[in-house]
């Protein structure tokens, strides 16, 4: 995560490499022997700290998974790079699935451009952070209910094509409203 607030361009410069995790920085990460790093904290507080960053920088070459999630359902918005692989294109997956395609980036200048445009344009990082806000509550990817109703009527599909002897088939769900 990013903190704008106190973030200069060389402080980014310095922590801008791929391989390093771009993570969650809490006071509740505590070196233990043998090099292993524990998280000490419950969920809630855990959650609870994404309203202290500005701006989630994700990982190269593997992005975040819950991470990324978690983040962007509490509303703090994140930049990404799509990877080659699976492991690197699911915060992409992610943000597409929220309508935010415009923070998906597909070179590591792209992403390092981006990410230095955000943190130094406050106007323009609260207007991605509103648009994230509201298109977490309009979009189907955050709605579990909906995503409940999706999948009982894929398994009920399923059930019905084996029941009436078929091979098994690609098939459609229709969208849902939302409620």
Known sequence: MLNTASSSRSRYAS??????HMGLLCQEIR????GVCYLISDRSRHLARHEYADLFLDTLPVNAHTTATEALMMGLPLITCLGGSFSGRVAGSLLCALGMAELVTH???EYE??????ALD?????KVKRKLICNREVE????MSRLCRHIEIAYTTMWKIQQNGEAPRNFDVDALPSL
């Open 113 to 118: 451009s981006l990410a230095l445009k955000l």
């Open 107 to 109: 070179t590591v200048e």
């Open 31 to 34: 070196l233990r022997s043998g």
């Open 15 to 20: 922590c801008r490499k791929p391989q390093i």
């Open 122 to 126: 406050p106007v323009l990082l609260a």
């Open 140 to 143: 189907p990817i955050f709605n």
